[in-house]
């Protein structure tokens, strides 16, 4: 039951994209809401599942930035602002990455969790790298609440350090994000829709 309540927001918003952008999102956004759905389903159970669930949602953060690399988000590639935060994002994800070492390797299967750690956060980094590429404000907030969503759940989970209300703090900006992304992409393909609209007339 808490696995199915857990998973069943990204499960509708999945269907949302799906009927919106048709089945070729299946290798985007709504491909990586159903792996986030997967990967709650897994969280509920984390002594057992936990690496299962991460699995998941780097799946999920891997469609993602395929996803805002596609030629329907489009890129002002002369602007040289969304560059700046390129590097800003990476130092932030190596940082996160440095403080947490200590920690991983005092963790059961540390063997797994230290080298799985670090390509999720270099997955989700770049994530939020491509999606400010995207120069859409509604998609670039939805995958920078993600990646505070996921540092929290971290700190938590590795007992980094102590958060009040870390639960709560986790799930509103998990939800918050994977709502925004998914509003993101649907407001994407109808711009496109629009324009081609209007080149035709």
Known sequence: MAAGVKSAPALLLAAVVLIWNGPQSLLGVAGGLLCSALGDFCLVWPEQLFIHG???????????????????????????????????????GGSFYFYLYPYLQKAPDSELL???VGLYILLITLMGSLAVRTRSLITVLGSLVFMVSDVTLAVQVFKAAVIENGTVVVMVTYYLSQLLIAVGDVKTVESNDDFSKWKRA
Do not use: C, E, I
Not at 56 to 65: E, R, V
Not at 67 to 72: K, Y
Not at 81 to 90: A, E, G, Q
């Open 54 to 92: 991460m699995a998941a949602f780097a799946a999920a953060h891997l469609l993602y930035s395929l996803t805002f690399l596609s030629t329907r988000y489009s890129s002002d590639s002369s602007s040289k602002w969304p560059r700046v935060f390129y590097p800003v994002l990476f130092l932030t």
């Open 114 to 116: 230290v080298p799985g």
